[in-house]
Structures are given as C-alpha cells and as structure tokens.
C-alpha cells in the first residue's frame, strides 16, 4: 500500500478520535512498530485515542516535524504532535520513520 494513504489514514484516525479507522492500514505488510506485536501498538493506540478524546478541548490539530526527533539508533523521526484548541501540550504524539516502501510507528507514553 502507499505510504501516503498510510500517513493520510494515521491523520484521520487520530484528529476524528476513532482508532478503529486505522485497523486496515495498521494490517498491510509495509507498515511495522517498535511495538512487541501490531496488536500491542494497536491496543496502546486506542488507549492513547480514547484518553485524548476525553481530555481534550475542541479539536485537534497536527503539526509535523519532520527530522526533529531521534529513535535508539540516532537516526531522526518525524513526530507528529495533535494539539487540541487549548493547550500548550500535544495532546497525542505519533514517531513515524519511513524507509522504502513502508513506514515505522512508535508512540511515547505521556
């Protein structure tokens, strides 16, 4: 699957506030997590959603970074920061790292 469509779908999920929209792409061989399993990311993801949702203020908002982060190798990551209408602090971040053909997901836990 293209990788854009991937990113497009993560976006969506996480500003409508429903992880189950990203089920079908979290299943396609060309996306992987730093995640034990893809069940363990989906099952940490849904509950970083649903904290979100019941915390957050409005609407959420994304912001890119691109190369602004690093994993455990040095190499540098996206972040993906949704913020809600009114606090300071992103509300829910997503590390993606593409490579070819496919992306990695990671989540911090706070």
Known sequence: M??????IALINSCIKKDAKR?????????????????????????????YTKENSNGKLSLVIKK???TDSNDNYIDGYLFYDEVCKFPRLTVFVK????GICLDMPPF
């Open 22 to 50: 990203f089920i079908p792409y979290l299943l396609v061989r060309n996306v992987k997590t730093t995640f034990p399993s893809k069940l363990r990311f989906y099952s940490f993801f849904k509950q970083m959603i649903t």
């Open 2 to 7: 293209n990788v854009e469509k991937i990113k």
């Open 67 to 69: 190369n602004h982060f």
């Open 98 to 101: 593409e490579y070819e053909n």
